[in-house]
């Protein structure tokens, strides 16, 4: 393996970071190209195919997150996620969005070299395995990507939701044992657009109760805190 | 100063009003009726016309005159021998006796308050007054002497009541419904107060409900109030913006900064413009938590204590400090609803602050009626009782020189409490049981319903 000739992708609004880190990286033997936005880096791919990304997580227009959600779904490139909000890692390199590892800004260029030289070299070694959305959690076994739901040792495994309550439960899911106000569970199972409907999202939110407790009795998988929101109390697990 | 409520003040003043127009009442009840006193007392030239009669008979006849003319308001009774005493009649009484004195053509009088036979013990003036009773002694020229005693009774209205009972009832009903209609007036001031109290600015304050049947000045205010609200929880979300914007702008300088100083040549004061950049943004990252812990801008999740705590104390030892720990075999698995990075910054924060003063620090983690208490004991010299609160307020640091060598910018703690007040907890601060100072942090634990 040859790390000292691999091709490194930055993505990262701030030019100056982006010189600094770039005449680092080349004066330790790197192949640097810069972007400043995720529009800017659809076209370099277009052209480049990078061995490893460095991200940054505030950008302008398409945000580090859902960059890194759409990298990791059509590629295997290695991302290295840069984060100023330190409460954000869990998420970055959690469950959801599968970055390879991350740097809290400031950090220092030997921080991010170490760091580089070892994704590559995991890299290099084991073929990153492709994102697996399947989780586990109380009885149940969830897969986003088929979109189905299994209870195991139920007489009748798969648990038959409607597609807006797969989404709800989807997103507690992601989230598990954090609590989730109404506002953002509509963000994150209708989009951007979803207009206030409280209602509807504690309707929702009653009917999924009842089918998992239907399914697992006595679980009381989702809780209502007071004045907050819902929270989704069980641990979840990655299962391949 | 003593605390009375809006109602009860009303309700003083409608008891005021009340009392005023009793006053009133009484005082023309009085007045008239002292007139009419004047009327029902006998007139001189009636006792003169019964005192010449008596004296033109004798025996049963004058008994018959006697029972004929006595009445309960005038009783007339001889008393065959004494005369009236002249000279004892009090100066109130004395031009009242002039007039009779006049009208009886000579015969001696006395006037006097005689002992009423209804008198109660207790207040034997008061009910003299009450029965206004005067006693009328009159020497007759046959030598006997005739005794009147005549009384003015209470006089009562056609409905068998005494009169002034209908005045006394009627400031009665206007001071009762004076009361109930101020009570219904301070009711929506006592639901503002109560609504202000429930105020919270971090998410979008709903209005208070406009009291449309109210008085307008208490619409005002409640209207007042709301313009207040939005006002206060808009600049609650600009000073939000700013900070996270001064933040985000603060932190990409730097990252410059910290990739460039990576070309100062001599290490040693590389490694001090590092440390420098660290604390900066240490301190940047407590202002923007302490911020948002004041906007209720905290994330809350269900947090392993003890773990978090253990890996916090096990950092620390690893670094060769001198940190132990120990957990209650119940506070082994509590969980506490919080912000992950926040409850991090509250226990490094104390741990690094016992291992700076006082060279080690004792966690203890254990839980104390439902809920959970991390207790940091260290070996220093102990904070003074008079000052443990006060190094909990921001800027507040026990050694007066502002030394970076001994510590950080001295937010330390008082984010730390903020950051604990914001998860519904306490901080306190107390004496080890070896002369050093103990932080103690208790944490509501979280029961899933």
């Known amino acids: ?240 | 100063m003593l605390r009375v409520t809006l109602a009860a003040r009303l309700a003083l003043i409608g008891l005021v009003g009340f009392i005023v127009v009793v006053t009133v009442l009484m005082g023309i009840f009085y007045r008239t009726t002292l007139q009419e006193n004047e009327l029902t007392r006998p007139s001189p030239a009636r006792l003169d016309a019964l005192a010449t009669l008596l004296e033109g008979t004798v025996g049963d006849a004058r008994q018959a005159v006697l029972d004929a003319v006595s009445s309960p308001q005038f009783m007339a009774r001889i008393v065959p021998s004494g005369a009236p005493v002249d000279g004892e009649t009090p100066e109130r009484q004395r031009q009242l006796r002039e007039t009779y004195a006049a009208g009886l053509a000579g015969r001696p009088v006395e006037i006097v308050s005689p002992p009423d036979h209804r008198a109660s013990r207790l207040f034997p003036r008061l009910a003299r007054l009450m029965a206004n009773a005067i006693e009328f002694r009159i020497g007759l020229r046959s030598g006997d002497l005739l005794v009147i005693d005549a009384y003015t009774r209470l006089p009562v209205t056609q409905f068998g009541l005494p009169v002034g009972f209908g005045a006394g009832l009627f400031g009665s009903i206007v001071a009762l419904l004076a009361l109930l209609v101020m009570q219904r007036e301070t009711r929506p001031l006592a639901r503002l107060a109560a609504a202000v109290d429930r105020v919270d600015l971090s998410a979008d304050p709903p209005p208070l409900p406009d009291a449309r049947r109210s008085a307008p000045e208490i619409r005002a205010v409640i209207a007042a109030f709301n313009r207040l609200q939005g006002r206060l929880a808009e600049m609650l979300r600009a000073r939000m913006t700013l900070v996270g914007g001064i933040a985000h702008d603060v932190r990409t300088f730097a990252t410059r900064l910290r990739l460039r100083v990576e070309h100062i040549p001599d290490d040693a004061e590389r490694q001090r413009a590092v440390a420098d950049i660290d604390d900066m943004i240490r301190l940047l990252d407590d202002a923007l938590l302490s911020t948002r812990a004041g906007a209720g801008g905290l994330s809350q999740e269900m947090v392993e204590l003890a773990a978090l705590v253990a890996v916090e104390v096990n950092d620390r030892h690893a670094q060769g400090a001198a940190v132990d720990l120990v957990t209650d075999e119940r506070a082994r698995d509590v969980v506490v609803l919080g912000d992950r990075l926040a409850l991090r910054r509250v226990f490094a924060n104390i741990i690094d602050n016992a291992l700076a003063y006082g060279h080690a620090a004792h966690v203890r983690t254990a839980l104390k009626d439902g809920a959970v208490v991390v207790s940091i004991g260290d070996e220093g010299p102990g904070i003074p009782a008079d000052q443990r609160q006060t190094v909990l307020e921001p800027f507040h640091r026990l050694e007066k020189s502002r030394n970076r060598a001994t510590g950080g910018a001295g937010l330390g703690l008082a984010v730390v409490r903020s950051l604990v007040e914001a998860h519904g907890g306490t901080i306190e601060i107390g004496a080890a049981p070896g002369g050093g100072t103990r932080v103690s942090v208790t944490l509501p634990v979280f029961q899933p319903v």
């Open chain 1, 1 to 240: 393996m040859n790390a000292q000739a691999a091709t490194i992708l930055m993505v990262e609004d701030d030019p100056e970071i982006s010189r600094l880190v770039a005449d680092f990286m080349r004066r330790e033997g790197f192949e640097v190209a810069c972007v400043a936005d995720g529009k800017a880096m659809d076209s370099m791919l277009q052209r480049l195919r990078p061995d490893l990304v460095i991200l940054d997580l505030m950008l302008p227009g398409e945000d580090g997150l859902s960059i890194c959600r759409r990298l990791r779904a059509d590629d295997a490139i290695p991302i290295l996620m840069l984060t100023a909000k330190s409460d954000e890692i869990d998420r970055v390199v959690g469950l959801e969005m599968g970055a390879d590892d991350y740097l809290t800004k400031p950090f220092g260029p030997r921080e991010l070299l170490a760091r580089v030289r070892a994704i590559l070299r995991r890299a290099s070694g084991t073929p990153p395995k492709p994102l697996v959305r399947r989780f586990a959690f109380d009885r149940f076994v969830i897969d986003l990507d088929a979109r189905s739901v299994e209870t195991t040792g139920a007489e009748t495994p798969e648990l038959q939701l409607t597609s807006a309550e797969f989404d709800l439960l989807g997103c507690f899911v992601q989230r598990p044992r954090r609590v989730l106000t109404r506002d953002q569970i509509l963000d994150w199972t209708r989009g951007r657009s979803a207009e206030p409907f409280d209602r509807t999202v504690d309707m929702l939110i009653s009917r999924l109760r009842r089918k998992l407790d239907g399914a697992s009795p006595g679980s009381n998988l989702i809780t209502t805190v007071r004045n907050g929101g819902y929270l989704f109390t069980a641990t979840v697990k990655q299962v391949s």
